[in-house]
């Protein structure tokens, strides 16, 4: 599970960051990549990475913001073109539907894949045996959505080495075992499976926002989080201009992320104004509240390692 980070400016383009996107990998966990965000020229950011769009599975988006969204009519028609033939899905607030309906007919972009889109609303919007992904309203002057992305825990690993010091031969009974049921050995005795099976591997939880001012539901969405992702469009100092634009200040993301006890902060969606070590000052002013903070940069990436 890793974060590659699209594009991690705010409202426009700029040379050093390019507007929002970030994509989460889940090669190993489904052989698949989930992107939050697509704005404008997500694709030409895309040809830098390993990224394989015929791969992308899910897109989710945050909010309606030309900045967030821009980017997909192109990417939808390029990932057709490019031989993508597998279902793709786009999660959104009311009006991405039309958006993109609008966008493909009149370009007569026509799609050789299954193009489903999801107009969300609060609660759980994805779920399968794998991942859960939850929604919630944030602050921001129009609609937008906050998104809780939740791995499921994996069952324990069969302790085979003490089922065979048993004289329990591998076969369909193990499967039983596994499932933590009780079974009956051939010699009448019997075992529960609970006492065969390693402790489950706990799943990761990654919190990603889209753009807000501080809010209560932020901290629900990033509740013991392994990571949380927070706009951080102004620095301390101009905390004025963020209320009145419905951004966040740094410090405000690091509020957040310590009332929410998340393990790490990453911070995007950085103003034009700050540039080079002036985007180093929002971090040192999160690090100072919250000290496992680290600033997005476009191409950044960031593993999210398996709970021990
Ligand atoms: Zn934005
Ligand atoms: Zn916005």
């Known amino acids: 599970m890793e974060l590659l980070f699209l594009g ?48 992308i599975e899910n897109i989710f988006i945050t909010h309606l913001h030309g900045d967030h969204i821009f980017g997909l009519p192109g990417l939808l028609g390029s990932r057709s073109f490019q031989g993508g033939d597998t279902p793709l899905t786009i999660y959104g607030p009311k009006g991405i539907q039309a958006f993109i309906e609008i966008s493909l007919s009149v370009s007569y972009t026509r799609l050789k894949y299954d193009l489903q889109v999801v107009e969300i609303e609060e609660g759980t919007i994805f779920e399968d045996e794998r991942f859960l992904v939850i929604a919630k309203q944030l602050d921001h002057g129009i609609p937008s959505y906050g998104f809780r992305v939740v791995e499921k825990d994996l069952p324990g690993t069969l302790l085979v080495d003490k089922l065979k010091a048993l004289g329990i031969r591998p076969g369909p009974i193990y499967q039983q075992i596994k499932l933590g049921k009780t079974v009956q050995l051939d010699n009448g005795t019997v075992i529960d499976g609970r006492d065969f099976v390693g402790p489950p591997q706990k799943g990761r939880i990654v919190t990603i926002l889209g753009d807000t001012r501080y809010c209560e539901a932020s901290v ?19 905390s004025a201009l963020a209320h009145d634009y419905f951004h966040s200040t740094a ?38 509240l919250f000290p496992n903070t680290e600033l997005a940069s476009d191409f950044s990436s960031f593993i999210i390692p398996r709970k021990k």
């Open 220 to 238: 629900e969405l990033a509740k013991e989080a392994d990571v949380l992702v927070h706009e951080a469009t102004f620095a301390a100092e101009d």
């Open 8 to 55: 991690t400016g705010a409202g426009v383009p700029a040379k050093e960051r390019n507007v929002s996107s970030i994509a989460l990998q889940l090669l190993e966990e489904r052989g698949a990549t989930w992107l939050f965000d697509c704005g404008e020229a997500t694709q030409h950011q895309i040809l830098h990475t390993s990224i394989r769009p015929r791969r």
């Open 251 to 288: 410090v405000q993301a690091a509020e957040v992320a310590k009332l929410a006890g998340v393990k790490r902060l990453i911070l995007t969606h950085i103003s034009s104004r700050y540039q080079g070590t002036l985007s180093e000052e929002l971090l040192e002013q999160a690090r100072e």
